[in-house]
């Protein structure tokens, strides 16, 4: 099979489209290769080893005809669904083993060329559909936390809030919250959150509460701890401070009436650190976006507790928020016919850091970036669903400036 899978991300706005196509054939043993780019198609053709030809100059891989050499294999990729190519517009062409990389221009849809476009009144909408989270349980109702890995129940028995209260960003001032100043002496004291025994306090990916709350035998085990764990299983469930514990919702999970469920549910998609750790990056990204319809740059940081002495921080760079991404529909291409679609993804740049440096200084020194603090399981899960998605590059375009570039998910 010539082509496996194909990945092309169309900038319509900069009238570009960047092809990605991984083969089944390593082209640096044989480098027989054909590229014919039409207006509404791109051509592959590919020349038999038992009738090698010496291979095409970037230049000859331009041609706009087809082969009538029987020894070919040819595959036809159809574009004309999701733009108009100019002929003869292939740029930046690559050819890495079995990958095959390559810039073509396109025309507007609207009517024009590419120096001239015809604008339309007609508004175009966004398909992305922004899913919205729900606690699972209500104020006043009586329910258990347990651990999320053995089900442990580490509340005071059954408990309830009468307060369900959300939480500022944590780029915020504290003492924003006051009208007045309370310092004494010209000096601002350090504002600490101290919820009564009926409030439940949350952000995206955590929640405090007051630990009387928490039953007597788990908070004994972690009398010394900073980093709150099951006093059964050991799992990580949280960060411990004075009177008040900070549980992670993908860590713990509740009992009410019976049943088991996690803290909150995000739309109809099921329960995971993945899937918590997606929604969290695109409900920060919404929120720095501040009812503004375009930004310069969205800068965020997750920062994960190893340990009570050490955090690692994630810097994320938010370049595309809706680009537009065509590839092939399944995981493989199946067959000769070659069905592509359309989808709209986030394309990021992120780092990992191992402690806190330099650049991570910089990064929440900036009021600018927002952050938000994340469990070790969402960090971690989050990383790997990063590596997975850059996979669908070659591994040259996989890192730029010291970041490395991924998708939101694909």
């Given at each position: 099979m010539l082509i496996k899978s194909i990945f092309m991300e169309l900038r319509s706005r900069l009238r570009s489209c960047n092809v990605y196509i991984t083969t089944g054939v390593d082209f640096k043993k044989n480098c027989n290769l054909k590229i014919s780019i039409q207006s509404d198609c791109i051509v592959l053709n590919y020349y038999d080893d038992s009738k090698r030809r010496d291979s095409l100059s970037s230049i000859e891989s331009l041609s706009d005809c087809y082969s009538d050499d029987d020894d070919e294999v040819t595959s036809v990729i159809p574009i004309q669904e999701f733009c108009q190519i100019i002929p003869n517009s292939m740029s930046c062409l690559k050819i890495d083993r079995n990958n095959i990389s390559f810039r073509i221009l396109t025309e507007p849809k609207n009517g024009g060329?590419?120096?001239?476009?015809?604008?339309?009144?007609?508004?175009?909408?966004?398909?992305?559909?922004?899913?919205?989270?729900?606690?699972?349980?209500?104020?006043?109702?009586?329910?258990?936390?347990?651990?999320?890995?053995?089900?442990?129940?580490i509340s005071n028995n059954a408990i309830a809030f009468d307060r369900i209260?959300?939480?500022?960003?944590?780029?915020?001032?504290?003492?924003?919250?006051?009208?007045?100043?309370?310092?004494?002496?010209?000096?601002?004291?350090?504002?600490?959150?101290?919820?009564?025994k009926s409030d439940?306090?949350?952000?995206?990916?955590?929640?405090?509460?007051?630990?009387?709350?928490?039953?007597?035998?788990?908070?004994?085990?972690?009398?010394?701890?900073?980093?709150?764990?099951?006093?059964?299983?050991?799992?990580?469930?949280?960060?411990?401070?004075k009177d008040t514990v900070k549980l992670f919702n993908s860590e713990v999970k509740l009992n009410h009436s019976g049943n088991e469920t996690p803290v909150l549910s995000i739309g109809s998609s099921p329960h995971s650190s993945t899937a918590d750790f997606i929604y969290t990056i695109e409900n920060m990204a919404r929120e720095f976006n501040l009812g503004l319809q375009f930004t310069v740059m969205c800068k965020i940081v997750l920062d994960c507790t190893i340990s009570a002495n050490k955090k690692q921080y994630m810097l994320i760079w938010i370049m595309d928020k809706e680009l537009q991404v065509i590839r092939n529909s399944g995981e493989y291409i199946k067959g000769n016919k070659i069905v592509l679609q359309s989808s709209l993804l986030t394309k990021i740049l992120y780092k990992v850091e191992l402690s806190f440096n330099d650049e991570v200084e910089s990064w929440l020194s900036d009021p600018s970036v927002t952050s938000t603090e994340v469990s070790k399981s969402m960090f971690s899960h989050g990383i790997e669903h990063f590596e997975q998605m850059s996979l669908k590059v070659p591994e040259s375009f996989r890192n730029a400036n010291g970041f490395c570039v991924s998708y939101l998910k694909v």
């Open positions: 060329n590419f120096y001239k476009e015809v604008l339309t009144n007609n508004k175009v909408e966004s398909n992305v559909k922004h899913q919205e989270f729900k606690f699972n349980f209500e104020a006043k109702e009586e329910i258990k936390i347990l651990c999320g890995n053995c089900s442990n129940v209260l959300e939480l500022p960003s944590a780029n915020l001032d504290m003492s924003d919250w006051f009208c007045h100043g309370h310092s004494h002496g010209g000096q601002t004291p350090e504002i600490a959150l101290k919820p009564s439940f306090l949350y952000r995206l990916t955590f929640f405090i509460i007051n630990n009387s709350l928490l039953s007597e035998k788990n908070n004994k085990f972690n009398a010394k701890r900073e980093v709150y764990h099951c006093n059964r299983c050991l799992q990580w469930l949280g960060l411990k401070n």
